[in-house]
């Protein structure tokens, strides 16, 4: 910002004698002070008298067709907020979120329930599911992270029942999850994941 | 009525609200030229601006019964016309004014200082153009028109503290530009 001494300003705003002003300062204040002169020249141009008086002159629309003319044409609409409104009412919203939202969300059926699939997996560029709920069909089921802090997450809806499953990063690496309700081996001396979906009771 | 004989403010008022449009004339002559020329340095064209001022003291014609302050009449026009220039850059895409619409040239038979003033008139809109809508509200409202800023206060309705900061920072802003320029 280019700043400006702040006996510039005083002067510009009559606090402050222009005598006032070191030599050094005056240059700066005329700069600013010519500009105001150059653009309070009268713009050049035809009175706008006889058009007013015209409209003036002519009946004053009807209610009807005033609102009907405030609707169809654009308003500029200021918000201004003062930052103690602003905290009441993000604090009423988490209030409201907290106690009345909280049962918001996906419509479960009776028989779906609710898996969340979490890995650590800090250099990955893409980390996937698979499992017994997909056909172990890479590519369907995506985990993200979206702070960027290598954990990756999933929640999905899923019939309910047990289902074997493993990880695949950057869509080539196999990797089960350690943090599993339990690992069983699978026919190829490998170890699967198990998660139970069980039915969410509402 | 004044030392020239010309009716008051509140005279006018009173007269229109009493049934003579045509003394609503005296308010056009008598407040049109500040008002158009406050318009075009918000706007950046004669012809939005004369818009804006046509809307607005035909708006404050079907209104003036709800002038407060008769006495004050300046200050209740510019707040109009301010609210008037407000939609019109609202509805532009952007809230600036146009780069396209030159001042109108100098006759070189006017002479190099009148050439030079037009160059130097140019330079100080563009450097305008350049300010946010809030601080070109501010520095045309004290500096072009000289209006204080309890009148500033009275027609944007923000706080005289608030309008004192943005006439700062648009000084600042306009002399780095001209200072750059020149």
Redesign the interface.
């Known amino acids: ?4 001494d702040a006996r ?2 005083q002067v ?2 009559g606090e402050l004698p222009i005598d006032a002003l070191p030599a050094e300062l005056r240059h ?1 204040m005329q ?6 002169d ?8 035809p ?3 006889s ?3 015209a ?3 002519r009946p ?1 629309p009807s209610f009807m067709r005033r609102m009907a003319s405030w609707f169809a ?4 609409v200021t918000f201004r907020v003062r930052p103690v409104w602003s905290v009441a009412f993000a604090a009423a919203v988490a209030v409201f979120t907290v106690f009345f939202a909280r049962d918001a969300g996906p419509q479960l059926g009776e028989h779906e329930g609710i898996a969340q699939f979490v890995g650590r997996f800090p250099n990955a560029r893409s980390v996937h599911v698979v499992g017994t709920f997909n056909d172990w069909r890479p590519g369907t089921i995506a985990l993200q992270d979206l702070d960027h802090d290598g954990v990756w997450t999933a929640t999905v809806v899923l019939p309910t029942g047990t289902y074997e499953y493993m990880f695949v990063v950057d869509g080539e690496r196999w990797v089960p999850d350690h943090l599993a309700d339990r690992l069983v081996a699978d026919d190829f001396g490998r170890e699967n994941s198990v998660v139970i979906v069980r039915p969410v009771h509402r | 009525m004044d030392v020239n004989g010309a009716p008051s403010d509140a005279e006018i008022v009173a007269r229109v609200l009493g049934g003579d ?2 003394a ?2 005296f308010v ?2 008598r407040y ?2 500040g008002l ?2 406050f318009a ?2 918000m706007l950046g064209s ?1 012809d939005a ?2 818009d804006a ?2 809307e607005g ?2 708006r404050a ?2 209104h003036l019964a709800s002038c407060r302050e008769p006495a004050r009449l300046r200050t209740w026009l510019y707040r109009i016309v301010t ?1 008037r220039c ?2 019109h ?3 532009r895409s952007v809230g600036d004014v146009p780069l396209d619409e030159a001042p ?1 040239l100098a006759d070189p038979a006017d002479g190099e200082a009148a050439l030079e ?1 037009a160059e ?2 140019a330079l ?2 563009r ?2 153009t350049g300010l946010s809508p809030d601080k070109r509200e501010a ?2 409202l004290k ?4 209006l204080s ?1 309890e009148e500033m206060a009275a027609i944007t309705g923000e706080r005289i503290p608030t309008l ?1 900061m943005r ?2 920072r648009a ?6 530009v ?2 750059e320029d020149t």
Do not use: W
């Open positions: 910002m280019n700043t400006i510039i300003h510009l705003d700066r700069v600013v002070r010519g500009a105001a150059l653009l309070a020249v009268p713009v050049p141009g009175s706008l008298e058009r007013i008086m409209e003036v002159r004053a044409t654009p308003h500029a | 449009r045509e609503f004339g056009i002559r049109e030229t158009l020329r075009t340095r004669r601006a004369a001022v046509a003291l035909v014609y079907r609210n407000k939609s850059l609202a509805r109108p003033r130097q008139l100080v809109r450097a305008l520095f045309v500096h072009v028109e000289g800023y004192k006439v700062h000084r600042e802003a306009l002399l780095k001209l200072e």
